[in-house]
């Protein structure tokens, strides 16, 4: 009896097996990198992944970290101020403000212009060469 029972159980078995077809998907290949058709998302990721990895260095680059230990404490402090002072005086420039700032390196005007446009002019001091944002309405 009960080989008959193991029997009947196999070909049952057997018979799913055989019924049940056997089914597969196409594999479709979908590239990461966003220069062959990838995620554009996936860009930033690959080229920090591409710099960390990179070892060689630009002779001809500017060590920042270098500049800023050969700088003093009031050598910091002013080029803060004048970064703050400038951004201050192009905020103002947004609302129709005018001004003007000098420093070491360039002297910065904002005015209004004709036809309501507002105009940047910055001027270099070491070789009086000449600049112009015009913003218009």
Avoid: C
Wanted: hydrophobic residues 40%; aromatic residues 6%; negative net charge.
């Amino acid at each position: 009896m009960k080989q008959h029972i193991h029997k009947a159980l196999g070909s049952l078995l057997a018979s799913l097996l055989l019924s049940t077809g056997a089914s597969a998907t196409e594999l479709v290949y979908t590239p990461v990198n966003p220069s062959f058709g990838g995620s554009p998302l996936n860009g930033a990721w690959l080229l920090g992944n591409a710099q960390a990895q990179n070892s060689k260095k630009d002779p001809d680059a500017i060590d920042r970290s270098s500049l800023l230990e050969d700088q003093s404490a009031l050598d910091r402090f002013t080029s803060q101020l004048e970064s703050r002072l400038l951004g201050d005086l192009l905020n103002d420039a947004r609302d129709g403000k005018t001004g003007a700032i000098t420093t070491d390196d360039f002297f910065v005007r904002v005015y209004n212009g004709d036809d309501g446009v507002l105009i940047v002019e910055i001027k270099d001091r070491l070789t009086g060469e000449i600049s112009e944002i015009i913003v218009g309405n």
